[in-house]
């Protein structure tokens, strides 16, 4: 099931915020705590929860059992920022399984309990393709309404419209993959173009 079919920029996206900030999130915390609590000590606390983290996300991806053990590394971790990156893969291994009520509430998890917008603004975009997927229309399209950075708006405006064309709603998915199209929506996705290509409406003759 294509769900993340075009969200390759997304995945990166989550990809590189892990690689540069999962450690730096927690010493960021120290840098904010450390008058409280003694710098030094709690410093390397911190490094040692983050690095102690890390190695049980790299063992619980090469068990090959995420989904089935998602619930409990994130219970386990839930002060993590790979507790977010656990639920991301789970949803994605719960698609991949037809399992989409699985990867609804983990992309839900994450809406609530991730601070990040981007991130959490991912999962808001990934869990309105679920509902696609499960015809569940207008709560996609609810679940799109919610407030995202302004970088999403193309995403936003092509899934509505894929949300409008699965309805039979031509018109509205017109006007909302051109909102796409102008704001950027076209840079490196020609499927946008070809949806809009497919619902060109033709000049009447002359």
């Not at 601070?115 to 808001?124: I, V």
């Not at 995202?148 to 949300?163: H, I, M, N, T």
């Amino acid at each position: 099931m294509e769900i993340y079919s075009t969200e390759e920029q997304q995945e990166e996206a989550i990809k590189r915020f892990f690689r540069e900030n999962g450690l730096a999130l927690a010493i960021g915390i120290v840098a904010g705590l450390g008058g409280l609590y003694g710098w030094k000590a709690y410093n390397q606390n911190q490094i040692t929860t983050a690095e102690k983290a890390s190695d049980s996300f790299t063992q619980l991806v090469e068990s090959g059992a995420v989904l089935e053990k998602a619930d409990t590394f994130i219970k386990d971790n839930s002060e993590s920022s790979y507790s977010t990156l656990t639920a991301f893969v789970a949803a994605k291994e719960a698609v991949e399984k037809n399992d989409l009520d699985a990867a609804s509430e983990k992309l839900n998890w994450i809406i609530t309990n991730e601070q990040n917008p981007e991130l959490k603004a991912t999962a808001t975009t990934r869990l309105a393709r679920v509902h696609l997927a499960q015809k569940q229309y207008e709560q996609a399209l609810t679940t799109l309404n919610a407030q995202l950075p302004a970088s999403f708006a193309a995403a936003v405006a092509e899934l509505k419209g894929d949300v409008y064309a699965a309805q039979g709603d031509k018109d509205q998915a017109r006007s909302q993959y051109q909102a796409a199209a102008d704001n950027g929506g076209l840079e490196n996705n020609p499927l946008l173009q070809i949806k809009l290509d497919d619902l060109a409406q033709t000049s009447p003759a002359a």
